[in-house]
């Protein structure tokens, strides 16, 4: 190779002007060694002609030399300096198998997962609440309290499963406000749902067992279900939640049935009372169940009418995992969730969790503890609830003014959001992107299904108004408006 074609990288925009010369050197001759184009056996010119040659001090030749001959790239004799024979890599081996095309690559589970896009909280942001209506100053005197308590047992590893005061804090607030049977022994503490489901995956199940799916449904379980060697089954959602023929409990049988029965995500569906009684009848010794009351905090149904209860709560140690999270009434960077077991399975579960991941956040943790044992959660939640209801029907009126009053609007009963049936068209993804060009965020409903014989995608938008400033509700609702009907009057190119 010609040394003065490599030494003209040394100034190349490519290469970091913050690196000291010397390492650039270095770092462009074990390169041109590595991939082969330095051969073994060549002769390279003494320190003092190369740093002539080359404009350069000749400290900055001998940095390179000498830590290119202590790492075995190049040889000394008594002729002076040469390549060491190496096995060659090729420019794949330097590009790192960072490049696709030329490294190793991910397993193909890896190929299937699904990555949430990364979207600003702009209005109609569904999944999260009103962060601006979170009440710091009391979460911040119980933060401070529980700073004042640690030891070094709490800076080290949490214990596996829960801080105990939490966990009696969480058994007491479920048993309360959800019906759920209980004990603070059943109850285990994780770093966010998306764990929960996935301890739940790997403790519940073997590889190449079949799990039930609501389709649509919620993205993220696919893929801790996919990463954990399940074999995924979407089954169809209609008005009353998950609704399986009685062929496909024949045909594939299955070992988990993953459900959102209080608000189904994101149709809006709740289970009704006969399925959920259906389906623990139904697994009675062979499956699971994984209950995650998504949405359960807030509900909007009628004056008297209470939510039904938690399946778990249903029938007394039902092969039922409870699955909660605090994204919505807190906040969704605190990264705690929870599961409740039943009592004959709870000493091995827990045994599994301990084996599986290391605990943490034991200081937040003891501060949520004393959160709910203050009433500070449940004046939060009494607070907001009548706001999200006022938001909802706010966007409802919205959405029938400017889409027409016979458009399809699915949910409500519960949670944050509500979706718009499109069926007629236009490509639900195609108004997302009109609509983010106009400063409105929504969520496009055939991100959340998958097709399959019989199982078209559906088409429409999934609308949170967690975070919709009231005042803006109607405005904003007229730009997705303008969105859809630029999205029919002007479709993209196919």
């Given at each position: 190779m010609n040394l003065d074609q490599l030494l003209a990288g040394l100034d190349a925009a490519s290469v970091s002007p913050e690196q000291p010369r010397q390492q650039r050197l270095y770092r462009l001759l074990k390169e041109a060694i590595v991939d082969g184009r330095l051969a073994g056996g060549a002769r390279l010119p003494s320190s003092r002609q190369l740093a002539a040659d080359a404009g350069m001090a000749r400290n900055t030749v001998l940095y390179a030399y000498q830590q290119l001959l202590a790492e075995g790239f190049l040889l000394a004799d008594r002729r002076g300096t040469q390549v060491a024979s190496l096995p060659q890599l090729g420019r794949a081996g330097i590009a790192g198998a960072a490049d696709e095309m030329g490294g190793v690559g991910l397993s193909r589970r890896a190929a299937g997962l699904h990555r949430r896009a990364d979207e600003p909280l702009l209005p109609f942001a569904p999944g999260v609440g009103d962060l601006n209506a979170f009440p710091w100053s009391s979460w911040a005197r119980h933060l401070r309290k529980a700073w004042g308590e640690v030891s070094a047992r709490q800076l080290a590893y949490a214990e596996a499963g829960g801080e105990p005061l939490l966990l009696r804090a969480l058994a007491d607030d479920l048993r309360a406000r959800r019906g759920v049977d209980c004990t603070p022994e059943q109850v285990f503490v994780v770093a966010g749902a998306q764990m929960a489901l996935d301890a739940c995956a790997r403790l519940l199940a073997d590889a190449g067992d079949t799990v039930w799916l609501e389709n649509p449904?919620?993205?993220?379980?696919?893929?801790?279900?996919?990463?954990?060697?399940?074999q995924s089954l979407p089954v169809p959602v209609d008005g009353q939640g998950m609704a399986p023929g009685e062929e496909l409990w024949k045909s594939h049988p299955p070992r988990l049935i993953y459900l959102t029965p209080s608000h189904q995500y994101p149709l809006?569906?709740?289970?009704?009372?006969?399925?959920?009684?259906?389906?623990?009848?139904?697994?009675?010794?062979?499956g699971w169940i994984i209950e995650d009351d998504y949405d359960s905090e807030f509900c909007h149904a009628s004056p008297g009418r209470r939510p039904l209860p938690a399946i778990q709560g249903l029938q007394s140690d039902a092969p039922v995992v409870y699955v909660g999270t605090f994204s919505k009434l807190l906040y969704p960077g605190l990264r705690i969730a929870y599961m409740v077991v039943p009592r004959w399975i709870a000493r091995r579960f827990g045994e599994g969790i301990a084996g599986l991941y290391r605990g943490g956040q034991a200081v937040e943790q003891r501060a949520l503890a004393r959160f709910i044992e203050n009433g500070g959660l449940t004046r939060h939640l009494r607070a907001m609830a009548p706001i999200y209801r006022r938001r909802q029907a706010l966007l409802r009126q919205a959405l029938q003014a400017n889409f027409g009053a016979a458009v399809?609007?699915?949910?409500?009963?519960?949670?944050?959001?509500?979706?718009?049936?499109?069926?007629?068209?236009?490509?639900?993804?195609?108004?997302?992107?009109?609509?983010?060009?106009?400063?409105?965020?929504?969520?496009?409903?055939?991100?959340?299904?998958?097709?399959?014989?019989?199982?078209?995608?559906?088409?429409?938008?999934?609308?949170?108004?967690?975070?919709?400033?009231?005042?803006?509700?109607?405005?904003?609702?007229?730009?997705?408006?303008?969105?859809?009907?630029?999205?029919?009057?002007?479709?993209?190119?196919q």
């Open positions: 449904g919620y993205t993220a379980v696919r893929s801790v279900m996919l990463a954990a060697g399940l809006g569906a709740v289970l009704s009372l006969e399925r959920r009684l259906e389906f623990l009848g139904r697994l009675a010794g062979s399809d609007i699915l949910g409500g009963e519960a949670g944050l959001h509500l979706t718009l049936r499109l069926p007629q068209g236009p490509c639900d993804r195609e108004i997302v992107r009109r609509a983010a060009g106009l400063g409105v965020t929504a969520r496009a409903l055939s991100d959340y299904g998958v097709a399959g014989p019989g199982q078209p995608v559906e088409n429409g938008l999934v609308l949170g108004y967690g975070m919709a400033d009231e005042k803006l509700i109607p405005e904003l609702v007229g730009r997705l408006a303008r969105a859809t009907l630029d999205a029919v009057q002007h479709p993209p190119a």
